[in-house]
């Protein structure tokens, strides 16, 4: 594939959900992602597709096999759910992309997809939803030595925000971390000529977006008893941003628990990088 790569980042949110990013001050999963890849692969050319939309164009194999990677951001559609168009979409262009062999990463919703799509099973977490920071990933043997996970502390805590987990690998799949609450934080999948690097959890997320992300979830969340009341939530969303604006802030570092595997996009985002580095520029190269 001559010049620089070009790939498709599959923005799954539907037009509702996007517009209650917009009144909370977020970007929207697509655009979050396009920074991450232009972060690390300035010269990267992308489409973002937003895949739920009615009349959105779902590439066939011919349009697919045009793109050097592709990329799933979040979506708070629900993978089993297969009476759904837009997910039935998703599940397609995955399929065709594992086909064709076009290197694939993404996050919550990418993992599961990937392992849905591979044969493996989700199913609603039975402990509720894992929201904010998770907590205590811990590396497995097989992940301290997977290229994915290059440069990752043992472990490490990282932005959640997730109702459903995986519960079961397909064939060809390997588990890289996990933490108490949820087993499969991040794996590999490998089925038929493809490849997935998929993370349970968030590294397009700064504090400030997910500051903005629970500002959208406000009331579901105080529903599910993180937070006591419209103060109490206020009060813990604004720290996060002041966090996120002087990072080196010892007192609000402490109070939070937050530390560099969260502050530090090197730290935070090394699988995403991992991934442009073993599996676009390698394949580019």
């Known amino acids: 594939m001559a010049g620089e790569p070009r790939l498709l980042i599959i923005d799954g949110y539907p037009k509702p959900s996007r517009d209650d990013f917009d009144a909370a001050g977020m970007k929207h999963a697509g655009t979050l992602y396009a920074d991450m890849l232009l972060r690390y692969l300035p010269g990267a050319v992308y489409d973002i597709l937003f895949s739920s939309d009615p009349g959105a164009a779902i590439p066939d194999i011919k349009a697919l096999a045009g793109y050097a990677g592709v990329l799933w951001p979040g979506c708070n559609l629900t993978v089993y759910h297969s009476d759904d168009e837009r997910v039935t979409n ?53 992940g301290k030595k997977h290229p994915m996970m290059k440069g990752k502390p043992e472990v490490y805590s990282h932005f959640v925000s997730h109702d459903d987990e995986v519960t079961r690998l397909p064939e060809g799949g390997l588990l890289l971390s996990g933490n108490d609450f949820t087993r499969v934080q991040a794996a590999e999948i490998t089925y038929k000529k493809g490849v997935f690097w998929g993370l349970q959890y968030h590294p397009e997320y700064d504090l400030r977006e997910m500051a ?3 500002l959208a979830r406000e009331k579901k969340l105080t529903e599910l008893g993180f937070f006591r009341g419209h103060a109490d939530f206020q009060e813990y969303v604004d720290r996060l941003e002041e966090l996120h604006a002087e990072p080196d802030r010892k007192d609000l570092r402490w109070q939070l628990g937050i530390d560099d595997d969260i502050l530090s996009a090197d730290i935070r985002q090394c699988e995403f990088r991992n991934w442009i580095e073993t599996l676009i520029r390698q394949k580019q190269s």
């Open 90 to 142: 998703m599940i397609d262009i995955c399929g065709r992309a594992f086909e064709l062999g076009i290197p694939q990463f993404g996050t919550c919703w990418g993992i599961q997809l990937a392992v849905w799509v591979a044969g493996g099973d989700v199913k609603p977490n039975p402990r509720g939803r894992e929201m904010g920071i998770g907590r205590k990933i811990r590396l497995t043997d097989a």
């Open 212 to 214: 903005r992300l629970m």
